[in-house]
């Protein structure tokens, strides 16, 4: 299949921050590159400078799902061009380098640098980050996210994609915002903001006060957005929310979407792309006979 | 089993994916539970130290808060590799509903894993005691590493083992060790020593300086022995745990504080040695 160009041999992605790949090489060997869970990888998100995250506890189970508190720890723009990318073009698929940037020149140079690297099909601008210029979360609103992709689109000539925040009061609104300064798909849901409390304390549980809900808990909104944004552009979709067996892919792809991510599914099974594109492939087997 | 022997990093890869073993055995161990299960298609050397992360096949979720939902991460006890494949023994203690469900596994059902995972423990240092510390479920790694040590030739030492226990009923987990005699301490003093097993520890390596120190146990056990280790310039290996999703590097939500900055530890541990650590009892610890 064709995602903006580029040729994928098939819909299953993973979301950004959800796999490691340089480190599950570690853990599973040589076999992972062989037995590869997905079409096309896309990488934890990149910000200029080198980050550690937010510090623990960072995680917590929630009814069907999880909130996590990581805070983008990364090696910086620096770091991942010199260490991070040679590894990641040993992958057996196309390379999506997701990038953050705290105001909108830190985002140009990030998509410059990383756009002129041969290994980089594709780039994902992880907008649900405050612009420390004006205070406003960039994927928050429809003119700060379509300044942002304005600014950046002249300087790759690769395929950007823009990942939309649920957290937006309209996110079709902001997908249309991005796809008229020339973004090329949007990719959704990013996680829910949520909050857990400490057993019995009162106080929050998490490092970072607040967090990321997702998994299957936040299913039923994301395929909601999918299909509000997917009617209000004509740019391609990815979605992603929750997706954990090919039934769910399948009705992300009937919601409109183009591609599928798969995420939280990833922690429970390493292998959890490949079966869900292998259950993708028998329904409509199923559903064709 | 392969020996606890000086190989570069003491990991045993796994399979890229989630499997299914079969529960063979589930007995009593005083107040925990001893899994069995036959994993027909992972490795047949795991390294003592590294973990699973273990989920019911069916009914996994639906419990309190309708959880549990992620996988729980568990050091295997032992591994025996026989001829349908290698046979793991866990030991759990119903704490939660992932700890629940996995208790209430019987023999026949499918127990979902992927593993073994992460950095397991390391060769004592040339010609040093081996000193085992174990506290509660944490003696889990410890099992296997003490066979290690008794099936390896090396000119130290035998390995001393101390656990650590609340009371009799949990000392029962004593009995798994397979070589030499461990001595006991327990909280009500109804088994071994009353009192902490670090107490026993302080006496070992007054006896006998020239040790290297292997611990797994809950974060002030595990903080007391790398604070006393730290004193007396004892080297220690530290098994340890944190709220963890993924347990292959995936989440980034296990990271322990170090001089070197986060750590997570499926990847970089759970042994790490105690001199990276700031503390052992770092916020997020155990869960």
Request: glycine content about 12%; charged content about 20%.
């Amino acid at each position: 299949m064709d995602l903006c160009g580029v040729s994928l041999a098939g819909p299953v992605l993973n979301g950004s921050g959800t796999f490691d790949a340089i480190a599950a090489r570690r853990a599973f060997g040589d076999a992972l590159l062989e037995r590869f869970p997905f079409h096309a990888f896309v990488s934890k998100t990149i910000t200029i400078a080198p980050r550690q995250g937010n510090p623990p506890p960072r995680l917590w189970e929630a009814p069907a799902g999880l909130i996590n508190s990581i805070g983008l720890p990364n090696k910086g723009l620096e770091g991942f061009l010199a260490r991070d990318l040679p590894e990641l073009a040993d992958l057996p698929v196309p390379l999506i380098v997701s990038v953050m940037g705290f105001s909108r020149e830190e985002l140009a140079t990030l998509v410059a640098r990383a756009g002129e690297r041969e290994e980089v099909a594709m780039i994902e601008l992880n907008v649900s980050c405050p612009n420390v210029e004006t205070g406003l979360v960039m994927g928050a609103d429809p003119a700060e996210t379509a300044r942002a992709v304005d600014r950046v689109r002249p300087l790759a000539a690769k395929p950007l994609i823009v990942k939309l925040s649920p957290n937006a009061n309209e996110p079709a609104a902001v997908a249309a915002a991005a796809e008229s300064a020339g973004a090329d798909a949007v990719s959704l849901i990013n996680t829910v903001k949520g909050m857990a409390l400490a057993p019995g304390t009162g106080r929050p549980w998490l490092g970072g006060v607040t967090g990321g809900l997702s998994g299957p808990a936040v299913r039923a909104i994301a395929l909601e957005q999918v299909r509000a944004v997917a009617e209000r552009v004509e740019i391609p979709v990815i979605g992603m929310g929750g997706i954990a067996a090919g039934e769910h892919a399948a009705a992300f792809l009937s919601a409109g979407a183009v591609c599928i991510a798969v995420g939280t599914e990833s922690f429970r099974d390493p292998g959890a792309g490949r079966r869900i594109a292998a259950e993708l492939v028998a329904g409509k087997a199923a559903s064709a006979a | 089993m392969s020996p606890v022997t000086a190989q570069a990093e003491p990991r045993t890869v796994a399979p890229p994916g989630r499997r299914i073993a079969r529960v063979t055995g589930v007995a009593a161990v005083g107040a925990y539970r001893l899994i069995t299960a036959l994993d027909a298609d992972g490795p047949p050397e795991p390294r003592p130290g590294q973990f699973y992360m273990l989920a019911a096949e069916r009914g996994w979720g639906g419990g309190t808060d309708e959880r549990p939902y992620l996988p729980r991460a568990f050091s295997y006890a032992r591994a025996r590799r026989g001829p349908d494949g290698v046979e793991l023994d866990f030991l759990l203690e119903a704490v939660g509903p992932g700890t629940a469900r996995l208790g209430a596994l019987r023999a026949g059902e499918g127990l979902a894993l992927v593993g073994p995972l992460g950095l397991g423990f390391r060769a004592p240092a040339e010609g040093t005691r081996p000193l085992l510390v174990g506290g509660g479920i944490g003696v889990a790694p410890l099992v296997c590493l003490a066979d290690d040590l008794t099936a390896t030739a090396a000119p130290r030492p035998p390995a001393a083992i101390l656990l650590g226990f609340r009371t009799r009923g949990h000392a029962a987990a004593a009995g798994l060790f397979g070589a030499g005699e461990p001595a006991l301490a327990t909280d009500d003093g109804s088994a071994g020593r009353r009192g902490l097993v670090t107490e026993l520890l302080a006496e070992a390596l007054a006896a006998e300086p020239a040790a290297t120190v292997f611990a797994c146990g809950p974060p002030p056990m595990l903080e007391a022995v790398r604070a006393l280790c730290a004193d007396l310039g004892v080297a220690a290996q530290l098994a340890l745990e944190a709220g963890m999703a993924c347990g292959f590097g995936a989440c980034f939500g296990c990271v322990v504080p170090t001089a070197e900055g986060y750590l997570r530890l499926c990847v970089d541990g759970p042994v790490l040695d105690a001199h990276r650590l700031e503390r052992a009892d770092f916020p997020g610890a155990g869960h």
